[in-house]
């Protein structure tokens, strides 16, 4: 996993190693942009099933790869979601 997304992920304003994954049963990898609105709009959608999905236990982690022109758009976009980013 870390030759595709690296050695680093963002969690909220932490940063975890890419490791740290091999703990979820499945790994979707999310590309998207704020600029976007199907993205904006899908995003909604994926949050619930995220978060319906691992209620009981982790199932599935999600990475976000943005495809935000700038650092300041990610991070409006990023503080949304409750999973996984490569860092901008």
């Known amino acids: 996993m870390q030759e595709i997304v690296g050695n680093n992920l963002r969690h909220g304003a932490q940063t975890i ?10 790994i979707a990898i999310y590309f ?10 899908f995003t909604k959608t994926l949050k619930d099933f995220y978060e319906n999905t691992n209620k009981e ?8 790869v943005s495809l935000d022109g700038n650092k300041d758009a990610f991070e409006n976009n990023f503080k949304e979601m409750p999973w996984l980013a490569v860092p901008y």
């Open 57 to 64: 236990s982790k199932q599935v982690e999600v990475v976000f």
């Open 32 to 41: 998207a942009a704020h600029w976007a609105p199907p993205c904006r709009l």
């Open 17 to 26: 190693d890419t490791e740290e994954l091999k703990s979820s049963k499945f």
